[in-house]
């Protein structure tokens, strides 16, 4: 069966009150029609395409416009697992779930929702929350583009930290049917109610039953509740605790050249009006002390990601800014081909953060500093995640399910609920083809890894471990 092309909708879709909203019966009904081109089971196959590029080749040219003397940082922590390999390999895995069977369905999609890009940070009003929380890939595709992502990073984080294939097929399904059933309870629900629908961290304390899972939900809850800019204020700045420079800790910390120093400083300027009215004054009032570029990720590697430290009235008063350099989504060529929809990839990212999230930081905004275009969002803002490296067969399976669900909340926010859910239907075949594709890309996954490392072993790719 031949990949069907999604057809992307008109950015004025939503232009008109005048456009008459189609009955839910027919959307329904259009998504169990969606089944004969493209059968459940059409989900489920996965072998490489003949013309499939290769997968060194995809890392080298990924390395383009990054920074050269990160290289090696970025492939050492692709080579450290074959869940690093998936995480950092979204354009690989963007050529492959594009050149597979597809409903066609468009909805706004994360673009690299993997297992680990879900984690706790504040809202606005203060709360802690859960949801999808990397939106560097997101842009207009197939919603079963983002849950084949998420499938398969189970079953890569599943093998990785020990767990059978049965414990894997356990997860990779309840993260399905959590995805399914929530999908076709929101679909039935009024458009305006979706969009205040979220999952704070008692909700999802109380959603847990595996216990183990529960405690270290609680442990990351709290820790992620300190991550705030005062208390990362004496760590970047060698101990002090009030406003000071932050520290040289090369690679991974290095400062700008004067130059550049003044380009991003104009570039935050810019980047204030690109906030509303409310929060432009807040943080404005805030006084830019020092610049620095700080590594993270396994994926970002080696992309521009400034941190920018600022103090308001009081030497005590520090806030945090991280300016990551935006790129065009590597989903994007098989959307809408060589083109960019979007003039300016920093408010791509903001605006589809936006829309995925139900609460998103109030500080999102972008600017372009030279060449390269940003976004901007808040550094410390109670960020953290449960920690996956340790985490236990049966949590796992339990998580998965908290996966699916916050996935199928972002997709019914943006379009597509009722058509999604009519196609996926209550039969347990959509939630086969999803286990057999996550084994599939599994096995793929650790092809590809295997292959990253003798390239590093060869000489072909630097590598710079333990950094």
Sequence with gaps: MEPITPTAPSPDAFASFRIPATDRRERVAQGKALREATPHAALGRWEPRPN???????????QHGRLPWLRGVRNARMAASPFGMLRGSAAMMAWDVANLPATGVQTVVCGDAHIGNIGFYRSPEGNQVIDLNDFDEAH?????????????????????????????ADAVAHCVV?????VSFLSKQP?????????????????????????????????????????????????ATTAAHILNDPPLVTHPDPDEYEALADG?????????????RIVGGYTLVDIAHKVVGVGSVGLRAWVALLCGSREDDVLFLQLKQA???????????EHAWH?????????????????????????TVGPHQYYVRQYRNMKGGVPLDSMSPSAL???????????????????????????????????????????????????????????????????????
Excluded: M
């Excluded at 583009?145 to 930290?161: C, E, F, K, P, Y």
């Excluded at 039953?209 to 004496?234: C, F, H, N, Q, Y």
């Excluded at 399976?397 to 926010?413: E, F, I, N, Q, W």
């Design 327 to 337: 790129q065009r989504a590597v989903l994007a060529p098989f959307v809408h081909g």
């Design 343 to 367: 003039d300016h990839q920093g408010q791509r990212v903001v605006e589809y953060q936006q829309v995925l999230q139900t609460v998103s930081d109030p500080l999102l905004g972008w600017t």
């Design 140 to 168: 207009t595709g197939c919603w079963e583009w983002d849950l084949r992502r998420l499938t398969a990073s189970i079953w890569v984080l599943g093998r990785v930290n020990g767990a059978t294939e049965q414990e894997c």
């Design 52 to 62: 499939r590029p290769g997968v060194i080749d995809l890392i080298e040219a990924a």
């Design 191 to 239: 458009l305006l109610w979706r969009a205040f629908d979220r999952l704070d961290v008692e909700g999802l304390h109380s959603s847990v039953t595996e216990e183990g899972l529960r405690e270290e939900i609680e442990r990351a809850a709290v820790a992620a509740r300190r991550r705030t800019s005062d208390r990362k204020l004496p760590k970047l700045t060698g101990g």
């Design 178 to 182: 959590a995805y399914r059933d929530e």
């Design 268 to 280: 935050l300027d810019a980047y204030l009006a690109t906030l509303t009215p409310q929060w432009r």
């Design 397 to 467: 399976v339990d998580y998965s399910g908290v996966t699916g669900h916050l996935l199928a909340k972002g997709h019914a926010r943006t379009s597509g609920a009722s058509i999604i859910s009519g196609y996926l239907g209550k039969r347990e075949s959509a939630v086969d083809a999803f286990v057999a594709w996550a084994r599939g890309y599994a096995d793929q996954t650790e092809a590809d890894h295997a292959a990253l490392v003798a390239a590093i072993a060869s000489g072909r790719l630097p590598s710079e471990p333990g950094v």
